[in-house]
Structure formats: structure tokens, C-alpha cells
């Protein structure tokens, strides 16, 4: 590619640059050729590899700082410039596309599935980015591993939609990936907001900065969805001076309000109402928070030109989201649900949903991830103390902390009723655990894992998929 064709975003003065062959922020991946961006991380300066990126021939270094060097373009952000130049090299494909990009703590995966059957029930064709997988038109393809891919991954997804004739993309946006720019240069058609609780201190350091990187989302979309029912949504709308509408369950004045709302292990009902118009919904997950994610993509897509009646419809044929409140079918005289709550709020919310199904006793596994937030443990062992019956604790994904040592800060907050509490590091052996203590009419709840199909150990990823362990414990 031309160097002037790949930089014309660039208003400052370009050194004379040969054709560019490729674009990284990897010094291993740099050829002769290639541009290589200096990315400024928490442990590692890219700026301190860019003379060796030269010597290895790279074309020239995008820099945030005068290095110097004859071969280098300085722009103020190079986490910006980077996704720009990936955008570029890949010819800028989301000019082609309607993107719908969703973010808050909880809800963004459900939101998203949501959002994507509505539109392809209105006869679009869709990509789909985010935590679950990533999908082409529901083929499934490599997505990176992150809710929202690196810039260079990013833009390749977008250009291979764009190929596949997608007119669409319906992704979820992360605050890790707002604070690191990796959206830099996207325009969103609608930008949805669900809510905002603890999660990812880990990486954020303190709340305020954590719904600072949310906020980041919206000056770049010309809708802006929020959730009328939480309370940040007034400090994301004084974020932009776009259209911003509101849904909720309990405010008469949003601009989309769910009425008549039921639920029962069957699902949840309820009564879309809009403008003088109503349509009645009914999902296949019971559910505050399942009407809640329902209600965002109504509201989204009804904005972008999908009828009300198209819109409902097509939330009461959507079959669920992955490892969402989703049953495992067994033939025992009790249910076995898994979820991916695995935040505070989450969990609360799936654990006070199932107990308002009246089961006989309420059972819950979980643990929490190693090396992310150790302010959320002790939350979460506190709710699992006080709303299930039983409670088994196990590691959950515990990287390279001990798993004795995560599962001990939860134990800190059940402060209550520990009686009914134990302890099994091994999630397997913890499963068939839970599993022995149902009698009929008790729900199990298996939660943190949710669609994932593999736990993170201190020597690496193994296999563990909640449904086969579920089938293997009651075979055996």
C-alpha cells in the first residue's frame, strides 16, 4: 500500500516512506517493509524497540515522542494512530458497515445476541463481535479471545463482513478496549449503555476511572441507548449532543418502557410500550435483567427503522444466549442452570431471579478469576451467603494465584449462615458435589463460566465444559 493512501489521515509532514507492506505494534511480527507503532503499555514501552524495529527494516515508527530518528511519524496518541492505520490498511471496511456497539458491566453479551437476531429478522445481514465468539452471518470465526479484539483483529473481522456482504455489525466495546483506543476511528450508527457496576479494578484502578473509559463510547455514535433505570446514564448522555432515547422497566417517562412484566422458570413476559404503540415479548429466560437486555435492543433497533411488531417478534423467537441462564437438560427432578455472572451485580441478579421461581432449595457453585478484581470476592461470597440454600465454593479461572487463597478472600464475606458452605478447589470434583446435594424440586446454579469451554491454571488452559461435567457426574 502507499504510504501517502495509508496515512492520509496524517495532517503533519510524512518523511519520504517506501510502500508499506504491513502494519504491527509487535516488534517480533515487524518485516522489512512494515510500520511499526510505539505503544506505551503498564510494563512496556514500545518506543524502546524502535530503533531495533528499524534495523530489522521496518518502513518507518510511529512515535509519541521525538526519537530522532529520520524514519518516524509523531502523532499525540499512537493507541489511536495505530487503530486508525489498522483501519486504513484494511480499507477502512466500517465505511461499509452499520455499527452497533454495545457497553456496561453486565448485559453487553446478551444485549448484543439480541440486537443481532432483530436485525436479521428485518432482513439484514449481520457480523456479530464479542464475548461469547465472533460470527460472520452465524459462521463462527476466529474473534482473538477478547470481548473486543485488538485494532489489527478488529478491522480484519470488519473487512471480512464487509466481503461476506454484511451490512451490519452488532459488537460489544469493553472499557479495556475504550481506554486502549482500539475503536479509535469507528463511527457507531447507535451506541447502547445497560449499566455500571464493580468489575475490572483490576485493571481501572477505582470506579471513577472505570466509567470514564464507558463514557468514551458515545461523542462517536449518532444514537445513543440508555438505560433510564441506572443511574450513570445521566453522566454518559453529558458525553455527546447526538439523539440519546431511553428504555426502562419502571419509569414512566422513558421513551421505551417494559410493562406488565412476569417471570417464571418458563421465561418472562411483558409489554413493550413506545410512542402511543405496544407489542407484547415474551423470552425464553426469566428475568429483571433479561427484560432489561430485551427492552435496549428493542429500543435500539426500533430507532434504527425496524418495525415495533418486527422488533418484538423476533425477541420472542431469539432461542437465548450461550452460557446465559441457560439450562443444561438432565433427567434428574431438579434443573441445573450455568451463567457467566461473575461480577457482584450479576450474580445477585441471577441468584434473586431464580429464587423468585419458588424452588424448593436454591444451590449455587462459583468462584472467582485469579489475577483480576480482589475487591469483588468478599461481595460475592456475602449474596452467595445470604440468597442460596447451599453454597460450593471452587476455583473459577484462578490463573497464577493459588486457588486456596482466592476461594479463602470470598469466604472473608460470608459472614453468615457459613454452615452451609464448603469447599472444593477442584471445579470438576466440585460440580459432582453440588450435584449429590439436589433433591428434586432445587435449582443448581453453576455460575462464573458460563459459555466458556476451558479454565485457566497456573500451567496453562485445560478443557472444562460445564455441560459435559454436568452429563458425566450424573452418568456416573
Not at 515487524?30 to 506505551?40: L, S
Not at 463514557?215 to 445521566?234: G, M, Y
Not at 488452559?461 to 450424573?474: N, S
Amino acid at each position: 500500500m502507499r504510504a501517502r493512501e495509508l496515512f492520509s489521515w496524517y495532517d503533519g509532514a510524512l518523511p519520504e516512506l517506501p510502500d508499506v507492506l504491513g502494519v504491527t505494534d509487535d516488534l517480533t511480527r515487524v518485516k522489512p517493509g512494515w510500520v511499526f507503532v510505539c505503544i506505551k503499555g503498564a510494563r512496556f514501552d514500545g518506543h524502546d524497540n524502535a530503533a531495533a524495529a528499524l534495523a530489522q527494516g521496518a518502513a518507518c515508527v510511529v512515535v509519541e515522542r521525538d526519537l530522532g530518528e529520520e524514519a518516524q511519524v509523531q502523532v499525540p496518541d499512537t493507541r489511536a494512530a495505530f487503530s486508525v492505520l489498522c483501519a486504513a490498511w484494511h480499507g477502512n471496511p466500517a465505511h461499509q458497515l452499520h455499527i452497533v456497539g454495545i457497553t456496561g458491566t453486565n448485559g453487553k453479551t446478551s444485549t448484543a445476541f439480541l440486537v443481532r437476531d432483530i436485525l436479521e429478522a428485518a432482513g439484514h445481514k449481520v457480523g456479530l463481535i464479542g464475548t461469547v465468539r465472533a460470527e460472520i452471518a452465524h459462521e463462527t470465526v476466529d474473534g482473538g479471545g477478547l470481548t473486543t479484539p485488538d485494532a489489527l483483529t478488529l478491522q480484519a473481522l470488519l473487512r471480512h463482513m464487509v466481503d461476506a456482504g454484511c451490512d451490519y455489525c452488532v459488537m460489544e466495546v469493553s472499557s479495556q478496549a475504550l481506554a486502549q483506543r482500539r475503536t479509535a476511528g469507528l463511527w457507531f450508527d447507535a451506541a447502547i449503555y445497560t449499566n455500571l457496576t464493580q468489575d475490572h479494578l483490576d485493571y481501572h484502578g477505582n470506579m471513577r476511572a472505570y466509567r470514564a473509559a464507558k463514557r468514551c463510547l458515545f461523542p462517536s455514535a449518532s444514537l445513543c441507548v440508555l438505560n433510564a433505570d441506572d443511574p450513570e446514564s445521566a453522566y454518559m448522555a453529558q458525553s455527546t449532543q447526538r439523539r440519546t432515547v431511553y428504555y426502562s422497566l419502571q419509569r414512566d417517562g422513558a421513551d421505551y418502557v417494559a410493562k406488565n412484566l412476569s417471570q417464571s422458570l418458563d421465561g418472562t413476559d411483558l409489554l413493550a410500550v413506545t410512542k402511543g404503540a405496544l407489542a407484547r415479548v415474551h423470552l425464553r429466560t426469566p428475568g429483571r435483567f433479561s427484560a432489561q437486555n430485551a427492552m435496549a435492543a428493542l429500543a435500539c433497533t426500533v430507532e434504527l427503522g425496524v418495525p415495533l411488531e418486527t422488533a418484538a417478534h423476533a425477541l420472542s423467537q431469539s432461542r437465548g444466549i450461550p452460557g446465559r441462564l441457560e439450562r443444561v437438560p438432565t433427567d434428574t427432578n431438579y434443573r441445573v442452570y450455568i451463567d457467566y455472572a461473575h461480577t457482584p451485580d450479576a450474580l445477585e441478579n441471577v441468584l434473586t431471579t431464580l429464587r423468585e421461581c419458588a424452588p424448593r432449595r436454591l444451590l449455587l457453585l462459583f468462584g472467582c478469576g485469579g489475577d483480576r478484581d480482589r475487591a469483588k470476592r468478599p461481595l460475592m461470597g456475602a449474596l452467595a451467603a445470604r440468597l442460596a440454600d447451599e453454597v460450593v465454593l471452587t476455583s473459577d479461572n484462578p490463573r497464577s494465584e493459588d486457588p486456596q487463597a482466592i476461594i479463602n478472600e470470598i469466604l472473608a464475606g460470608c459472614t453468615k449462615r457459613r454452615r452451609h458452605i464448603s469447599v472444593e478447589p477442584d471445579r470438576h470434583r466440585a460440580i459432582a458435589q453440588v450435584l449429590a446435594k439436589a433433591g428434586e424440586g432445587d435449582i443448581v446454579l453453576l455460575a462464573g463460566k458460563g459459555h466458556e469451554d476451558y479454565q485457566i491454571l497456573a500451567g496453562g488452559k485445560i478443557r472444562l465444559d460445564e455441560r459435559e461435567v454436568v452429563r458425566a457426574a450424573l452418568a456416573s
